[in-house]
């Protein structure tokens, strides 16, 4: 009988092969995962943001639409909103006080007369300084 055994000098023994595919994927998921994180949560922010209520640009909206007919009601209005805009620059403070000394005449009266061309002109000018 024939022996099998012989000893082949030409094949090498089996070699562990390093294999990082699946590293490279997991990491790739998870960049991949951070980054839609990253934009669902600044989606978010923006739809925040879209929604807030902003009370300055309410405040504008309400002064442009003030209605000067009812001169004692308007002459409350124009303090009460446009306080919303009077500590914006030293200018507006010095305005906003120069505009209610002027309304005072208008308020704490049962009867009052229509409001002068000079307080309408610091009204108009009032409403074209402030800003949203």
Same mark, same amino acid.
């Given at each position: 009988?024939?022996?099998?055994?012989?000893?082949?000098?030409?094949?090498?023994?089996?070699?562990?092969?390093?294999?990082?595919?699946?590293?490279?994927? !997991?990491? !790739?998921?998870?960049?991949?995962?951070?980054?839609?994180?990253?934009?669902?949560?600044?989606?978010?922010?923006?739809?925040?943001?879209?929604?807030?209520?902003?009370?300055?640009?309410?405040?504008?909206?309400?002064?442009?639409? !003030?209605?000067?007919?009812?001169?004692?009601?308007?002459?409350?209005?124009?303090?009460?909103?446009?306080?919303?805009?009077?500590?914006?620059?030293?200018?507006?403070?010095?305005?906003?006080?120069?505009?209610?000394?002027?309304?005072?005449?208008?308020?704490?009266?049962?009867?009052?007369?229509?409001?002068?061309?000079?307080?309408?002109?610091?009204?108009?000018?009032?409403?074209?300084?402030?800003?949203?």
């Amino acid at each position: 009988m024939q022996s099998y055994d012989i000893p082949l000098h030409d094949i090498k023994p089996i070699v562990e092969v390093q294999e990082y595919s699946l590293y490279y994927f !997991l990491g !790739l998921v998870g960049v991949a995962l951070l980054l839609a994180c990253g934009i669902v949560y600044l989606i978010y922010l923006w739809l925040k943001k879209r929604k807030r209520f902003n009370i300055r640009k309410e405040h504008k909206k309400l002064l442009n639409a !003030l209605d000067l007919s009812d001169v004692k009601k308007s002459a409350y209005a124009i303090t009460s909103y446009g306080a919303t805009f009077k500590n914006d620059t030293p200018r507006h403070v010095e305005m906003y006080k120069n505009l209610t000394e002027r309304l005072e005449a208008y308020k704490y009266k049962k009867e009052v007369a229509e409001l002068d061309k000079e307080t309408l002109g610091y009204f108009e000018l009032y409403k074209e300084m402030c800003d949203v």
